[in-house]
């Protein structure tokens, strides 16, 4: 099946710091990628839709400015979380969605991000 | 925009029953009903999906029922093992899922042996 993989899968890091954080696609192509978040016992909240070779779109009430998305190729999206601070400690689960029908996505394993 | 709705949000069960899970929709454009299991510090998987041109589903232990009338659909386990435990979570989409898909809340399903 479709793998997706995160890098790093756990990270820790202090405030005030940027952060990157890598997803892949490793045996398919995507031409769009989706970022999430997730708190604890709660549900994936999108953030933001990554297109390949254009600008990422993200959902209302997230910061563009703070969570940089870089979408280069057709197997590699990143998020950037920028000057760091506590609150941003979450989850990060990047979804990848094939290019061809029937689109389906796959996600990765998730980033573990903690801002001390 | 679209609205998930997911119940339970905890489920038990005892090992060999079945366990029901049931999530109703919003937007009746949306056309594309996955499931996900998420285990403990890992990503969702895709467990099964059902778009609206079938009413059911079925894979094994799992099937998968929509009512696009009604717009709720529901995820059935049967003979629930321990390793079935884990949070499921439904979501919706519509262009057969090009665009993107809306959680529902989740639900904890135990499986007590």
């Known amino acids: 099946g479709a793998v997706v993989s995160q890098h790093p899968s756990w990270v820790i890091c202090k405030s005030g710091t940027s952060v990157k954080i890598e997803c892949r696609s490793l045996?398919?192509?995507?031409?769009?990628m989706f970022w999430y978040r997730q708190f604890p016992k709660q549900s994936l909240m999108l953030m933001a839709t990554s297109n390949e070779g254009s600008k990422a779109t993200y959902e209302q009430g997230v910061e563009k400015d703070k969570f940089l998305i870089n979408h280069a190729s057709l197997t590699l999206s990143t998020l950037t979380v920028t000057s760091a601070h506590p609150e941003d400690s979450s989850f990060y689960i990047c979804?990848?969605?094939?290019?061809?029908?029937?689109?389906?996505?796959?996600f990765g394993p998730g980033t573990r991000l903690t801002v001390t | 925009g679209e609205n998930v709705e997911q119940h339970p949000s905890t489920l038990s069960v005892q090992e060999g029953d079945s366990a029901v899970i049931k999530c109703t929709y919003s937007d009746s454009a949306s056309n594309y009903f996955p499931w996900y299991k998420q285990e403990l510090g890992k990503g969702p998987q895709l467990i099964i999906d059902?778009?609206?041109?079938?009413g059911e589903k079925k894979d094994q232990r799992i099937a998968v029922t929509l009512n696009k009338t009604a717009k709720h659909f529901s995820l059935h386990i049967t003979e629930t093992q321990p390793e079935d435990s884990a949070v499921y979570f439904c979501?919706?989409?519509?262009?057969?899922?090009?665009?993107?898909?809306?959680f529902g809340t989740g639900t904890k399903l135990q499986v007590i042996p």
């Open positions: 059902i778009r609206s041109n079938v």
């Open positions: 045996d398919f192509q995507a031409t769009t």
């Open positions: 979501a919706a989409s519509y262009s057969g899922g090009y665009q993107k898909v809306t």
């Open positions: 979804s990848a969605r094939q290019r061809d029908p029937p689109y389906e996505q796959y």
